[in-house]
């Protein structure tokens, strides 16, 4: 086999690597960014079930409703932590003291 041979066949191995590799890249790519919007949606979920949760135990406090969800107190408190950080306005520091006017 020649060298001229030897080269162009490298090459061919070299293009068809490459056309490879962009292929499967493309595949993680697009994988990721459906896994990226199901993400998003779980989370939506989430903060859905923790706000229901946290009605419960308004409604029922928090031992009773530990013990209809079946979970551990601790565990639904944080839960329900998470639910009124998820409904607090978005613009943390409006109307706190640290924000207000000063007293005259």
């Given at each position: ?19 490879a ?7 993680v790519?697009?994988?990721a ?9 779980v989370?939506?979920v ?15 406090g ?24 998820a ?18």
């Open positions: 086999m020649s060298r001229h041979q030897t080269d162009e066949a490298a090459r061919r191995r070299l293009l068809a690597a490459q056309r590799e962009s292929q499967a890249l493309r595949v790519m697009t994988v960014r459906r896994k990226e919007a199901l993400q998003e949606r989370n939506a989430d903060i859905e079930l923790a706000e229901a949760q946290a009605t419960l135990t308004s409604i029922s928090v031992g009773r409703a530990a013990s209809l969800l079946e979970l551990d107190e601790r565990e639904l408190r944080q839960r329900v932590k998470r639910a009124d950080a409904t607090e306005p978005r613009n943390p520091g409006i109307g706190t003291a640290r924000n207000s006017p000063p007293e005259t």
